[in-house]
């Protein structure tokens, strides 16, 4: 594999990507359809009958679950078999993560093992620390968790007062401080702390086990949502932490908490997947249950636009993450490739992709919550009852804007990744910046109209794109190429942008590979699926563009950027009401999500 067939985080702005270069679901293998099959039945038959006593955190039972789950196998899907895991691919794993997000506070408590709890050990442990741990949190043995964030460090992590200090014999840390809202603290055996060793800077990590002296767990957080997950806050007094148990190296604490959550970000994006067809699901059947004036509400086109509405961002959530997901897995292999050790391998992809990584954290938890919130709509008084499925999905949906970064940071770390990513050299788009607005300037057709449908879609995407950049080279122009930390409006304006121009291109890719899959697939619905998408964008993406560029002061050439702008946002004309009334259709006879 060549490295310049690998892209890096916001690289997608400039550079096309052919259908063949993705993956979609509908490429999984049979291995991997058996393991979501089987993730499928361990729902059914653990999780969904159990709901209110995970809810009521019954003594035992989530602890019991982590367990059921190690026998299944769940839990090391992506561990090396070195250490009683499956070894399987990125795609793998976020597909696993896909079908058990629907598992409400259980799915909290998975990933957090698995992903934060579990990745800091396999990818920064040395050989005695993984033997020693990483078969049994495979197993379900042992439960993890990630000790980060503190009362005043939250997003800011690296000013936490978690203090460690050498014992005068050398042999261990004397580790004391507060840390807040960790999700399994409660029934995790093995905790990755982070705190300042003596007067350190930034932070270092350690291995902290639950049982030592002075480890204190406070009771359960009451919460909004996700009430069957562990909760807690967890006081360190004076623990004595072996110097062995000193994850990485001296002061590179930060770097792994960063690490970690691009790879927390990705899974999210997999969870909410899975958390938003489960509302679909639940919402066409009310809909195809449900009558008002003799009619079934399901025939009512306000009801069809929602549900088509949960399919289009379903599909553009679950499109992009696949994308994504291959990226990421092309990179790994690309790195161990070139020698790297499987740790370092399966940290620096992610960390390639950091933009995609937070664009899929914005766009999936964005996408779930509107499914989410027009599934109790759909289902009217009764979505605002406990006895009815979508009050949970409702509750438990909210907390995925905050976890692992507030959808407010990571969209200006999309933003500011991407430039920096440009600024030094991995990519160019001052270059792009100038053929634009020479384009314009030139009065030269932004908009040709080809007669093939996916060409037509391509060029609309390409402008999309050409779009972004005019915003982004406004912004440099008039900022500079230094800190842009007070500028969080303009970076989110272009953070919007980017992510429709992700999300439209993930799902043209996509239709265009099953078509090519399957010469013979009658993909009538999925156009309109990308139809509606292209139409609305256009607006959204032409009205953060011109709030962007409109507030950036003593900028030249202003009107020739807007109209160009606007021209390059122009797209053809589409019925929308009967794009979505086919997808609703398509989803109402199916009664089910099936696309």
């Known amino acids: 594999m060549e490295k310049d067939t690998i892209m890096i985080g916001g690289e997608f702005l400039v550079k096309e990507t052919k259908p063949e270069d993705i993956f979609i679901p509908e490429e999984f293998n049979e291995e991997q359809k ?134 005068e014999d050398g042999s261990h840390y004397i580790l004391n401080g507060q840390k807040m809202w960790i999700t399994n603290g409660g029934i995790a055996d093995v905790q990755t702390v982070f705190a300042k060793i003596e007067n350190d800077r930034v932070l270092s990590a350690f291995i902290v086990e639950r049982d030592w002296e002075g480890v204190v767990i406070n009771p359960e957080e009451k919460k909004m949502g996700i009430k069957g997950s562990s909760t807690v806050q967890i006081f360190y007094n004076d623990v004595k932490v072996p110097v062995e148990n000193l994850l990485g190296r001296r002061g590179g604490g930060y770097r792994i908490a960063l690490n970690i959550l691009h790879i927390g970000r990705m899974k999210l994006g997999a969870n909410v997947v899975g958390a938003a067809k489960l509302s679909t699901r639940d919402s066409v059947i ?59 391998a399966n940290v620096d992809s992610p960390a390639r992709f950091s933009v995609e990584c937070a664009i899929l954290k914005v766009l999936g938890s964005e996408s779930s919550d509107y ?53 030094r050299g991995a990519f160019d788009l001052v270059t792009p910046a100038k053929e634009i607005q020479e384009e314009i300037r030139a009065n030269k057709p932004l908009n040709t109209n080809p007669g093939d449908y996916f060409e037509n879609k391509t060029e609309s995407i390409r402008n999309f794109k050409k779009a972004t950049i005019l915003a982004l080279n406004a912004f440099v122009d008039t900022f500079g190429k230094g800190d842009f930390a007070d500028e969080h409006e303009i970076m989110m304006n272009i953070a919007d942008m980017m992510i429709m121009v992700y999300a439209a291109e993930s799902v043209k890719l996509r239709i265009e590979k099953m078509k090519t899959l399957d010469p013979g697939r009658d993909i009538a619905v999925y156009k309109d699926i990308l139809d509606v998408m292209v139409c609305d964008y256009a607006n959204m993406i032409c009205k953060a563009g011109t709030d962007a560029i409109n507030s950036c002061d003593d900028l030249q050439d202003r009107e020739l950027i807007l109209a160009g702008l606007s021209g390059l946002t122009k797209v053809g004309n589409v019925n929308v009401k009967k794009a979505r009334r086919n997808i609703a259709d398509k989803l109402i006879e199916d009664n089910r999500y099936n696309f």
């Open 34 to 167: 058996l393991i979501a099959e089987s993730c499928s039945d361990f729902l059914d038959a653990e999780i969904f009958p159990n709901l209110e006593r995970i809810d009521d955190k019954e003594e035992g039972l989530m602890r019991d679950l982590i367990t059921k789950s190690g026998e299944m196998g769940f839990l090391g899907i992506s561990v090396p078999e070195e250490y009683d895991g499956y070894g399987q691919s990125f795609i793998t794993s976020m597909l696993a993560n896909e079908i058990l997000g629907s598992g409400f506070s259980y799915a909290v408590a998975y990933s957090a093992h698995t992903g934060i709890g579990t990745l800091p050990l396999l990818y920064y442990g040395n050989d005695e620390q993984k033997k020693k741990y990483l078969p049994r949190l495979v197993s379900g043995e042992l439960a993890a968790c990630f000790c980060l964030t503190e009362p005043n460090a939250g997003t800011d992590a690296n000013s936490g007062k978690t203090k460690a200090v050498l014992s």
């Open 286 to 344: 009310y809909a195809n249950e449900r009558k008002q004036f003799g009619v079934l509400i399901s025939e009512f086109g306000a009801i069809k636009y929602k549900l088509a509405e949960q399919v289009i961002r379903t599909f553009a959530t679950e499109s992009s993450l696949y994308r994504a997901s291959n990226d990421i897995e092309k990179g790994i292999q690309y790195e161990l490739s070139q020698g790297k050790d499987y740790g370092k």
């Open 371 to 423: 499914v989410v919130d027009e599934a109790v709509q759909i289902f009217g008084g009764m979505g605002f009852s406990s006895e009815a499925p979508v009050d949970r999905s409702y509750r438990d949906s909210r907390i995925n804007r905050i976890f692992e970064g507030t959808n407010e940071i990571n969209r200006t770390l999309i933003t500011d990744a991407t430039l920096k990513n440009a600024q």
